[in-house]
């Protein structure tokens, strides 16, 4: 069976409002709304309106658009560097560097994207979505007790997030404790029966347990309810793996 850690959805849509300078919102948006869907233009422009007085809005973007072209680290470091640089809250700096370990994931580099993350959250200690992107990171490099303490404090934050609670019960199962996974799973599922990735888990773990019937029934809810999600994705693979065991037998 497959048997997937945490996944961290690697956007860049949310990206910190960074203010223009003289007000221009309305050419931050559009060189930002170009870096995203014509990076390689975004770039260009972003650098022209750097060498117009753009300041942190234009770097900004320009950061973006590199990572939009597939520099992942270059536009990291850029945004590291305009994280520290900046004298914009401490919500905006930490959303930098959220936006810089979101690439250096892209990048393959998770030891970097944790110190980013790390950094992040020394600014805003109770951002949840920074925790969960950081049990994210820790998944990835195997640390699931450090995964379980970042979504601990997430769902103390949040005790309402059905997504947290799935994530936990993945870091749970890494971790060996299905008992545990099981519990988080029932929480999630009672806060949203439709939870995607928990209706996901509920499948794994149930196969683990040697339920295939109840596995089964967790992957076809799953496909209904959230087709087109990446735990949908997982589930029909995991779906064909047992019908083609159960041909076998």
Do not use: F
Not at 121 to 148: F, G, H, M, Q, Y
């Amino acid at each position: 069976m497959l048997r997937p850690a945490l996944c961290l959805c690697l956007c860049l849509v949310a990206a910190p409002a960074v203010a223009a300078p003289g007000g221009d919102q309305q050419r931050y948006a559009e060189c930002m709304a170009l870096a995203r869907s014509k990076p390689a233009e975004g770039w260009e422009n972003a650098l022209a309106w750097q060498s117009l007085g753009g300041g942190e809005a234009a770097r900004h973007c320009g950061a973006v658009a590199l990572i939009g072209q597939g520099e992942y680290e270059e536009g990291a470091m850029r945004l590291e560097a305009l994280a520290q640089d900046s004298r914009r809250t401490a919500a905006v700096r930490a959303g930098m560097l959220a936006q810089a370990a979101q690439a250096w994931s892209l990048a393959r580099q998770p030891q970097q994207a944790l110190h980013d993350q790390t950094l992040a959250l020394t600014l805003t200690p109770k951002d949840v979505d920074l925790l969960i992107d950081r049990a994210t990171t820790a998944s990835e490099i195997n640390d699931s007790r450090a995964a379980i303490a970042d979504l601990d404090q997430a769902a103390r934050l949040a005790p309402k997030r059905a997504d947290i609670h799935a994530l936990r019960a993945s870091a749970w199962r890494l971790q060996g404790d299905l008992a545990a996974a099981e519990r988080d799973i029932v929480t999630a599922l009672k806060l949203d029966p439709n939870q995607a990735d928990a209706l996901l888990e509920s499948g794994i773990t149930a196969r683990l347990r040697g339920n295939i019937a109840q596995a089964r029934r967790a992957w076809i809810k799953l496909l209904q309810v959230a087709p087109d999600s990446p735990a949908a994705e997982v589930a029909r693979q995991n779906i064909e793996m047992l019908d083609v065991r159960g041909a076998g037998n």
